[in-house]
């Protein structure tokens, strides 16, 4: 497991042809024969030495990403855009990609790998929030600037890298707040699905749900809130216990997608309507959401873009050039209800 962990791979070397990012238009099951793909070259370099010792300058952009994993849909669309613009751009950019597993140690490891082969930037979604402030000096210790992506960590580490390119996630939980309040006329029962433990991507949305719901909608009540984990396994299987446990559930907000479709896949199990009976909220705004709003079995999501390749390549390379960023590189998202589902649909590339 370690080894084939710590095997990382210039995307170069890949067939480029599976790939296809937010810029292009959407391909069905492109995501899993990249991921694939990865997977295959991954194992294949196992046995080769990943570390060298202190280089000259490079000459490319030499930018070292630390995948969380493969947990959404979500997930799988930003790594493609990742891979797939690097490819578009193979004469200036080398990407040395890593795939954590979900696992925070790993991340920790594929960060001291870049380290160790002198990559010019390294960029990273934290899983979570905590625990990064050893491996983040040795950044900073090495010179290397580091861009967060999509997730932040705690303030005790805000000087240790050099911006966040995210989406606000406290925003998106209050959008997705008022679409629930809108939906149940401002009167009902709430579950509420989180995401993975400790990520700002899940303290973020519940920190504006929650926060919306109570101070412009008394009269909602979140009667249970657990996490999924991001993934949609989990996420039918949390609902399946909140379906047995309350029988008058009005609405779910899932903090992701993947989660409001396996609560989707619950609720038909347990025989009621799914965005009838129970309405059903995410954040994301995945294909597969907006297909089962279209369907009628989903009532809206909060889109978070994770077309964030050109903006890492872009602020990558000012921060290889000495220049300064932003600390924060906010993404405008938008909101999306079953009205629009139809006519956005064919425009939805993840
Ligand atoms: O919403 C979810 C994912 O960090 C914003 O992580 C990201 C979240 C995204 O796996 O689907």
């Given amino acids: ?38 997977a295959a070259v991954v194992v294949e370099k196992a046995e080769e030495p990943v570390a060298t010792a ?12 630390a995948q969380i994993g493969q947990e959404s849909g979500w997930r799988d669309g930003e790594t493609n855009d990742i891979q797939w613009y690097a490819a578009q751009h193979t004469d200036t950019i080398d990407l040395v990609f890593a795939d954590a597993q979900q696992k925070q140690e790993n991340q920790i490891k594929a ?16 899983v979570v929030e905590t625990g990064w402030e050893a491996v983040l000096t040795e950044c900073k210790e090495a010179g290397i600037p580091v861009i967060l992506v999509d997730r932040g960590v705690d303030q005790s580490c805000a000087d240790l890298y050099a911006t966040q390119i995210s989406s606000d996630m406290v925003w998106e939980g209050q959008q997705a707040a ?16 989180e995401g993975t433990v400790g990520a ?20 909602i009540e979140i009667v249970a809130s657990q996490t999924g984990d991001f993934t949609r396994a989990l996420g039918k299987e949390v609902m399946e216990s909140f379906l047995k446990s ?7 907000f899932a903090h ?42 989903m009532n809206g999501t909060v889109e978070c873009n994770p077309c964030l390749a050109g903006q890492i390549f872009d602020a990558a390379a000012k921060l290889k050039a000495g220049e300064s960023v932003d600390k924060w590189i906010v993404s405008n998202d ?10 956005e649909l064919p425009n939805r590339t993840y």
């Fill in 1 to 38: 497991m370690r080894k084939s962990f710590l095997a990382m791979t210039m995307v170069a070397t890949l067939s480029l042809g599976l790939f296809t990012g937010c810029g292009s238009a959407p391909q069905e099951g492109a995501s899993t024969e990249a991921q694939e793909q990865t």
């Fill in 54 to 65: 202190a280089k000259p300058a490079n000459e490319k952009l030499v930018v070292g990403f």
């Fill in 111 to 126: 960060i001291r790998n870049f380290i160790d082969m002198g990559v010019d930037v390294i960029a990273f979604p934290p």
């Fill in 178 to 193: 008022d679409i629930v309040g809108d939906l149940l006329g401002g009167k009902g029962k709430v579950v509420e699905l």
């Fill in 200 to 219: 700002s991507a899940a303290n973020g949305r519940k920190e504006g749900f929650d926060g919306e719901l109570k101070s412009k909608y008394p009269d």
């Fill in 246 to 252: 309350y029988d008058d559930i009005d609405a779910v």
């Fill in 256 to 297: 992701n997608d993947d989660m409001a479709l396996g609560a989707i896949e619950a609720i038909k199990e347990a025989g009621k309507k799914p965005g009838v009976d129970i309405k059903v909220v995410g954040c994301d705004g995945v294909k597969g959401a907006f297909e089962a709003m279209v369907a009628g079995e």
């Fill in 334 to 343: 938008g909101v999306f209800t079953q009205k629009d589902a139809e006519a």
